[in-house]
């Protein structure tokens, strides 16, 4: 083993540079090896750009949000010139390795090169939205919760003042992860989870009891995946990525829109958008990260190929990607139940 690759897939997500640092520290210090740095994911095999990372490269970017390498939603088996394209230029670059850095999609193709291609692949679990089965946590999670947290309570504010229905609306794609933890540590009045149908008329009831005890504003958090039972939701923008995914976003206008007409009470709507994404990640994401990248290199070195480093309990240990392919991993309901205790 002398050079390993590591690409970030999928989109940015806080934490990706302090896997990256980890990948490379741990690589040239503790084992001698060299590390190229695949430029925007699968993208970079499939057009040939990569760079190599020294520990210069790495300097100073341990808090900083993105990735220095950069990233895509490119999938390399959207084609059969992409894939032999990609297969050829991993032996170009002489890679003996690779570490794939990415959600369901990015680890979804590092399976299938490591299952059909026999390719040493080794994967690092990354989203803000926590839906990847196989570890109990990904990076990039808390600090999503924490950026949405903030922004419910600066909008209790608005909501105390004026005795309004504010809407909160935060990414998770199909699952409440986000809604759920900063919901829950928001003091949410009802949060709304795609793996929970509720209808409008369920919301404004909710609500409408909430201000017979007295209280006249309501914080509802909406996960952006979310839609309401019985009625049609069209998410808008129908175009899809080269994974498949439409792109979801805007629930929230709807919810608003309903709960203002049903309750009689002015609303309002804010949807968070990348600002969950951006920025410096929380110290919980830079230690899962930095160990997430450690344990990765490991593994090349003692041939854990075809599995990716996660979260089990407080340890880091190696599962086989196959774990992604069993579908996203929902919210853990009991969690749910204890969130709804505090609605109303
Ligand atoms: O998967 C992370 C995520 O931020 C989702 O929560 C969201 O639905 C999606 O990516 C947005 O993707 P894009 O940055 O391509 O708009």
């Known amino acids: ?64 949000g993105g990735t220095i390498i950069g990233t895509s939603r490119t999938n390399p088996f959207k084609s059969n010139e992409d894939l032999q394209r990609t297969l050829a230029n991993i032996k170009r670059f002489g890679v003996d390795a690779i570490i794939a850095v990415g959600g369901e999609d990015t680890l979804g193709v590092a399976h299938r090169l490591f299952k059909e291609y026999g390719l040493p692949i080794v994967g690092v679990p990354k989203t803000i939205d926590n839906d ?121 206008n709807l919810v608003g829109q309903k709960l203002e007409e049903l309750t009689n009470i002015e609303t309002r709507v804010t949807i968070l958008g990348h600002i969950q994404r951006g920025g410096t990640p929380t110290a919980y994401d830079r230690v899962l990260a930095t160990r997430f990248g450690v344990k990765a290199v490991d593994m090349i070195q003692s041939k854990e190929f075809g599995k990716m480093a996660s979260l089990q309990g407080n340890q880091i240990v190696p599962v086989s990607l196959e774990e992604i392919t069993r579908g996203r991993k929902n919210v853990n309901m009991e969690l749910y139940e204890i969130a709804e205790v505090f609605f109303g």
Request: contains cysteine; charged residues 20%.
């Open 1 to 64: 083993m002398k050079k390993i690759g590591i690409l970030t897939g999928g989109g940015d997500c806080p934490g990706l540079n302090a896997v990256i640092r980890a990948v490379v520290k741990r690589s040239i210090t503790t084992y001698a090896l060299e590390v190229l740095g695949i430029r925007e994911g699968w993208k970079g095999l499939v057009w040939g750009n990569v760079e190599p990372l020294t520990n210069y490269s790495v300097t100073g970017i341990l808090h900083r």
């Open 132 to 252: 990847l089965q196989g570890t109990d946590y990904t990076f990039g999670f808390d600090t999503a919760v924490h950026i949405a947290t903030e922004a419910i309570d600066r909008i209790h504010t608005t909501a105390e003042s004026h005795h309004r229905i504010m809407v909160i609306e935060v990414m998770g794609r199909h699952t409440g992860w986000i809604a759920t933890f900063s919901g829950l540590a928001g003091g949410a009045d009802c949060i709304l989870i795609p793996e929970k149908p509720m209808s409008i008329e369920e919301i404004a009831e909710i609500i409408k009891k909430r201000q017979s005890s007295g209280k006249t504003f309501s914080i509802i958090v909406v996960a952006e995946g979310f839609a309401p039972k019985g009625l049609d939701v069209k998410y808008g923008k129908e175009k899809t990525d080269d994974f498949g995914h439409i792109r979801l976003g805007g629930i929230g």
